[in-house]
């Protein structure tokens, strides 16, 4: 082998060396994943809320990251990232440092969005490490005050006499308000202008300002403004009555017992966060869903914590697993096609 061969040999054989070395490094730190779980957490806490701020999932999150930093001895940072439908937002978590440190709260829209887009960037169970589940909370069609139908039953004739011409808003494709639009038009038969938005919060101050008819939207967003009469109320989407809206039917009551949705909401991080880091958050979770504060807050809008045995990685994991089926399957069946 000639000089100039030899060195060309000696530099690869201490490329790959160095190579080795650093690959051996960066495994050190956490053994599957990025995070230091002996130390964690040593820095603030991101929750990254894939809709607007001032909406209900983001209510919902803020209600939560209090308790959860008092126990865990972190500073939680609520952050919006908005667009298409939750989808940016998650998208954004998939891709996250797993280290514990980038959480993402969602909602059913984790479940639907692999049925409604055909290019999404994530994949719900293999791309997150799921922390536990939070809530449930029933979902409420409402409209601009001065909306002319009185009751549900007028509301339905009314959209199917004026279809093209009604507007209804939602929170983007996948969204929980896009999902129940979609239930309720299929139930009705009609097809109504959707006017997306980032999220319920804005849109329920247009709708509150007249700027769009109609909405499907979570009590935690639209309590307060059914009972300052703000917005006109037609009915609750769950089997039961709310207990803070008692004069509001079921959608049962009303005429259309098809129309049965509320909207779950858990917590995740991505995928490879270490494990001892999942049972922290989701310890730190529990703690704040028996929290006095948030189950008074919860039960003014609405909603209450999950059992504490829902709280849990595996139960929310496989709850997100038959959501999918679920969601799949409606959607599908509703004659949606991804887009
Ligand atoms: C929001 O927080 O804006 C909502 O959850 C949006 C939705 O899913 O309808």
Redesign the pocket.
Known sequence: MSTTSRHRAARTIAAIAVAALVAACSDEGGGGGGGDAANYPDQNITII????AG??????TRMISEPMAKDLGAKIVVQNV?GA??TVGAGRVARAEPDGYTVLMH???MSTAPALYKDLDYKPLEDFETIGLVTEVPMTLVARKDFAPATFQDLVTYVKANAGKVTLA???I???????GLLFQSAAGVKLQEVP?????P?LTDLVGGQVDFM???TT?TSGQISAGKVKAYAVTTPERVKSLPDLPTTTEAGMPELQVS?WHGLYVPAGTPQEIVERLSEALKKALADQGVIDQMAKLGTAPVPATDATPDAHRAHLDEQLDTWAKVIADAGVEAR
């Open positions: 809320v894939p809709f607007s909406g209900p999932t983001d209510t919902v908005e439908g939750g909602h059913i829209g939602n929170a983007g996948g969204a929980a308000s896009h999902l129940c938005y980032e999220g319920t919060g849109a499907c939207d979570q967003n909207v």
